[in-house]
């Protein structure tokens, strides 16, 4: 009976068979969770860097893909053990990075504040601003804390979606995305107006992140049948050993009697994602299309702070205001994954679907050409994030769905991740390079951009046809 009701209920918003309820609904808890840890804190890690100094942000884009470089390796290897449930990788992911929001909360607060104690006031201790006056403190902790963040946004959403691809067939996931992709939307909004409300508070909201992040992980267990999964993949395990001359064998002694091997074997499993992508042509495309998005969406990120920066010098206010931008897109991308996102995949497909966001970046890049000013600025990132999550983001994911657990598991992350980054560290560079031509004006910048949207579309273009061949194959393929 109660499922009935909540199938009604979610039939006003998507088409959801009743054996999809469950992971559907910890699905959209979970990411609803994640999105909510991370927005609270975004408003204060875009205000530590932009703190900075907006000509410091290449160097932290830089930083980030050293530090993503580092990490990705180790999430695959998280997420691909066999004798770890998926959903237990999940939790531990989850609660390492909660852990890591105590640790910068203390780092804000207990040491230095500590430090600190003779200026600093009871009225003042949660406000960030008093610290411009403490050079290499404020540098270095402001810096981590930026980098650390969008190392977590990264992988904590990639580790979802991989596990969302692994339990959802091509099919499910054209039906179910945008609905997914709307608890993610509402933890944004969630997020954003918790930030607005409690900016006063600053690194307290650190504490409230931490919280989410523990409301997330325990969302994750239920997603999916680990047991399932895990027979799935272990017997999958077994057939390519067999297949392999005396190959399960082999390995077993050698594991058994020498820690040196099997270390050596650990390692080369940690880059097994990287050796996975370039064995793929279609996994290729994938990582052409995530770089190409990343790299024109740096350009519109590093216009976006020098806005914000130009228009507002309170650090309090900067993370009012960024707040309260991210809550109001939020709200129509929650409407449109709601409303939206099922039928316009369904109708237009998939190839469509990911052809939208480049051409909605090029026509927005040619209007900040023609008018580079703040309104242009920030109605071009509203737009372009909306196309992103009710279209064109939903589809990247269903991308994943004709994909092998292992491609899943272990490419996905290091797509996800290590080439989100370097599409940073590349549109970081070459905004570097152009920092005379800022002075102009952004029209350069965008001018500079639209060649890299038409290689964009090019490449959308391509891979959905790949991804409805690969989905049919799968339709027609006995089971």
């Not at 963040?149 to 099919?171: G, K, Q």
């Not at 994909?403 to 290590?418: N, R």
């Not at 005379?436 to 890299?452: F, K």
Request: with cysteine.
């Amino acid at each position: 009976m109660a499922n009935a009701y909540i199938e009604a209920i979610l039939g006003k918003f998507v088409h959801v068979h009743q054996s999809e309820i469950r992971p559907l609904l910890h699905a959209f808890s979970a990411f609803f969770f994640l999105l909510s840890a991370y927005f609270v804190v975004l408003p204060l890690r875009d205000e530590a860097a932009i703190s900075l100094g907006t000509s410091a942000l290449p160097m932290l884009f830089l930083a980030s893909l050293v530090l993503t470089m580092l990490a990705a390796p180790a999430s695959s290897y998280l997420l691909s053990y066999p004798h770890l449930p998926k959903g237990r990788a999940l939790v531990l992911l989850y609660r390492f990075f909660g852990g890591s929001l105590i640790f910068f909360f203390l780092l804000y607060v207990k040491r230095v504040l500590h430090s600190l104690r003779p200026k600093l006031t009871a009225k003042n201790a949660f406000n960030l601003s008093v610290w411009q006056d403490f050079s290499w403190i404020f540098t270095v902790v402001r810096a981590s804390f930026f980098l650390w963040i969008a190392l977590l946004n990264l992988f904590t959403i990639s580790a979802m979606w991989a596990r969302v691809t692994d339990i959802m067939s091509s099919e499910a996931g054209t039906r179910l995305f945008g609905f997914v992709g709307a608890g993610a939307t509402l933890g944004q909004l969630i997020g954003s107006l918790l930030a607005v409300a409690m900016a006063h508070l600053g690194p307290v909201l650190l504490l409230v992140s931490a919280l989410m992040m523990e409301l997330a992980a325990r969302c994750a267990l239920s997603v999916g049948d680990d047991d399932l999964n895990q027979s799935s993949v272990l017997r999958l395990k077994r057939d390519e050993c067999a297949s392999d001359e005396g190959g399960l064998t082999h390995s077993g002694s050698i594991e058994q009697n020498s820690p040196k091997p099997r270390l050596v074997n650990k390692l080369v499993a940690m880059l097994e994602g990287l050796r996975l992508i370039v064995a793929s042509t279609y996994l290729l495309h994938i990582c052409a299309f995530l770089w190409l998005s990343a790299v024109v969406s740096s350009f519109f990120y590093f216009e976006k702070s020098a806005v914000v920066a130009g228009i507002v010098h309170d650090p309090l206010g900067r993370r009012i205001l960024l707040a309260e931008i991210n809550s109001l897109t939020a709200v129509f991308i929650l409407i449109g994954q709601l409303t939206m996102t099922g039928r316009l995949l369904t109708w237009f497909g998939i190839p469509v679907a990911l052809c939208a966001l480049p051409m909605v970046a090029f026509l927005n890049l040619t209007a900040l050409a023609a008018s580079p000013s703040s309104a242009v600025v920030a109605i071009s990132e509203a737009t372009r994030k909306v196309i992103n999550y009710v279209v064109t983001r939903p589809a990247r994911e269903i991308l994943f769905t004709v994909t092998t657990p292992e491609e899943k598991y272990k490419a996905k992350v290091c797509i996800d991740t290590l080439v989100q980054r370097l599409g940073d560290a590349a549109a970081a560079g070459v905004y570097k390079m152009m920092e005379g031509l800022l002075l102009e004006g952004p029209s350069a910048v965008a001018i500079s951009a639209l060649p890299i949207c038409v290689g964009w579309l090019w490449v959308a273009v391509s891979l959905g046809r790949r991804q409805a061949t690969l989905a049919k194959m799968l339709e027609t393929t006995p089971r």
